[in-house]
């Protein structure tokens, strides 16, 4: 069921996303034939130049802002009472971000790319704590930690290249069990 939800997750994310990206070229561009623009590029007659760009609905209530924060580019969805609910912008180091939030405007799932290109998946509680992430690593192996309500790291499970585990924390962070398996190789479980 989770691994289910998590699918849909990722995939309204994709189409989110496409759904915008191809949004954005068409309005930018007016035909998706156009060669997507040099950075360094003149203004011409077919081009939008602007600081920031609002889409806003009959009320004139802004729905959509394309904007610059701290330089870098970030794209963000409003809702009908003018909440932040989705996100999407560059990080200091050029690393793309996609923020879901909440309808009070708090970000609970993030999206991300590092500035080496490794992915995470984070998801924070009502209280806007982070308590789930799923993360790869330098090597391109898979790790899932879960954060108590204090922020501790409770349980950690991990793929490397040939060996597979989980280890418990108890509420200092402190591991208590760990079960790790080498390929081919019996499960050993380690109590501290």
């Given at each position: 069921?989770q691994?289910?939800?998590?699918?849909?997750?990722?995939g309204?994310?994709?189409?989110?996303?496409?759904?915008a990206g191809?949004?954005?070229?068409?309005?930018?561009?007016?035909?998706?034939?156009a060669?997507?623009?040099?950075?360094q590029?003149?203004p011409?007659?077919?081009?939008?130049?602007?600081?920031?760009l609002?889409?806003?609905?009959?009320?004139?209530?802004?729905?959509?802002l394309m904007?610059?924060v701290?330089?870098?580019?970030r794209?963000?969805?409003?809702?009908?009472?003018?909440?932040?609910?989705?996100?999407?912008?560059l990080?200091?180091?050029?690393?793309p971000h996609?923020?879901l939030?909440?309808?009070?405007?708090?970000?609970?799932?993030q999206?991300?790319?590092?500035?080496?290109?490794l992915p995470?998946?984070?998801?924070?509680?009502?209280?806007?704590?982070?308590?789930?992430?799923?993360a790869?690593?330098?090597?391109g192996?898979?790790?899932?930690?879960?954060?108590?309500?204090?922020?501790?790291d409770?349980?950690?499970?991990?793929?490397?290249?040939?060996?597979?585990?989980?280890a418990?924390?108890?509420t200092?962070?402190?591991?208590?069990?760990?079960?790790?398996?080498?390929?081919?190789?019996?499960?050993e479980?380690?109590?501290?």
């Amino acid at each position: 069921m989770q691994a289910a939800i998590k699918r849909l997750t990722v995939g309204i994310l994709c189409g989110i996303c496409g759904f915008a990206g191809a949004f954005c070229f068409s309005a930018v561009s007016g035909s998706a034939e156009a060669q997507a623009p040099s950075a360094q590029a003149p203004p011409s007659s077919r081009a939008l130049v602007a600081g920031e760009l609002r889409l806003t609905d009959e009320t004139g209530r802004t729905r959509l802002l394309m904007t610059l924060v701290r330089g870098k580019p970030r794209m963000f969805m409003l809702d009908d009472s003018g909440e932040y609910r989705l996100e999407m912008g560059l990080g200091q180091e050029g690393e793309p971000h996609v923020w879901l939030r909440d309808k009070d405007g708090a970000s609970k799932v993030q999206l991300a790319l590092s500035a080496r290109g490794l992915p995470s998946l984070t998801l924070a509680d009502q209280r806007d704590r982070e308590r789930a992430v799923l993360a790869l690593s330098r090597e391109g192996e898979p790790t899932f930690l879960m954060r108590d309500d204090k922020g501790a790291d409770r349980v950690a499970v991990w793929r490397d290249k040939d060996t597979g585990g989980m280890a418990l924390a108890d509420t200092k962070g402190q591991t208590v069990l760990m079960i790790s398996a080498k390929d081919g190789q019996r499960a050993e479980v380690q109590v501290f």
